[in-house]
């Protein structure tokens, strides 16, 4: 099979924890604007939200591999 039998696990684990990961530093480091425009931290609660998302889905494919 091309890139092995265990692509979706990867793919899953991969994606999650990119999720997880860029949420919570943009939770913790804001982007600055240089210009001085409006860019304000991210909500919240939905950012909380995707980071809960992304790692459930980095441990599902995490024990994908595993098992």
Do not use: C, Y
């Not at 793919?11 to 804001?30: D, S």
């Not at 980071?51 to 889905?57: E, K, P, R, S, W």
């Amino acid at each position: 099979m091309f890139l092995g039998e265990d692509l979706l696990p990867w793919l899953v684990l991969a994606i999650g924890g990119a999720l997880a990961v860029g949420t919570a530093l943009a939770l913790v480091r804001p982007p600055q604007n240089p210009d001085g425009g409006d860019l304000s931290r991210p909500p919240k609660s939905r950012s909380f939200l995707m980071i809960a998302l992304g790692t459930v889905a980095a441990l599902w494919g995490l024990a994908s591999l595993i098992h």
